[in-house]
């Protein structure tokens, strides 16, 4: 029972290099989510995605891009890395029902810009 | 603009006490969801408890309730008989409903700590 599933866990980068983190769930969720945790800021959402092929700016987008060419999977791209981008980045996803609330967190990415 | 407001930036509370999280939010939506999650020092972001806007009982799931107060936009959790595990950062979010769009957003946290 995999649930959401982010890779890599820890990445170590050096100031302009690209990135990719992977998230993929398997619970067949329209909704998809990044965001960056950094201390005494709590969560911060990047990007969102509705449905495959479908995506939207959330509070801090700046410096990162994203795709959801297949439904299962929510890519997260830092083009040019910098140390203001080190954080702790967290993939979630939903099913959307207006009924329940929950968001299904992967457990995480550490990642660290020299 | 959706806004979740937490002005705890910490708590501390007696094992076997009951504790109170603050928590509002601020959203021209008429259909929204509030929520709680959990991040123990291990990372991992734990569902908690949801309540939708329209709903008119406050949620319960065990030790954890919402006491939702609508006209005051507020979502406080509430944790009764608390429990040295119970000792972690705790996020409220929101999530609105606008055009066929989920956004979901969070606030800065409160980190609770339980003395024995």
């Known amino acids: 029972n995999a649930g959401v599933t982010q890779t890599p866990k820890f990445r170590v980068l050096k100031t302009g290099q690209s990135m990719t983190l992977l998230c993929a769930q398997d619970m067949n969720h329209e909704y998809m989510y990044w965001y960056r945790q950094d201390p005494g800021m709590g969560l911060r959402l990047i990007h969102y995605s509705v449905g495959e092929g479908t995506t939207a700016k959330g509070e801090v987008p700046d410096g990162y891009n994203v795709s959801r060419l297949k439904k299962q999977n929510f890519l997260l791209g830092l083009e040019s890395a910098a140390p203001s981008q080190t954080s702790v980045y967290f993939c979630?996803?939903?099913?959307?029902?207006?009924?329940?609330?929950?968001?299904?967190f992967g457990e995480g990415s550490r990642l660290t810009v020299l | 603009a959706q806004k979740i407001t937490q002005t705890q930036p910490g708590m501390f509370v007696q094992e076997k006490e009951a504790v109170t999280l603050d928590c509002t939010y601020d959203t021209s939506d008429q259909s929204y969801g509030l929520f709680w999650y959990k991040q123990p020092s291990s990372g991992e972001m734990i569902f908690l408890i949801y309540q939708g806007s329209y709903d008119e009982q406050n949620a319960t799931e065990g030790r954890y309730s919402l006491n939702f107060q609508k006209a005051r936009k507020s979502a406080n959790l509430v944790i009764s008989a608390s429990q040295l595990g119970d000792s972690a950062m705790y996020f409220c979010?929101?999530?609105?409903?606008?055009?066929?769009?989920?956004?979901?957003?969070f606030g800065i946290g409160t980190k609770l700590q339980v003395i024995p």
């Open positions: 979630a996803s939903s099913s959307g029902q207006r009924d329940t609330g929950e968001l299904f």
């Open positions: 979010a929101m999530r609105v409903f606008s055009g066929g769009y989920q956004k979901v957003t």
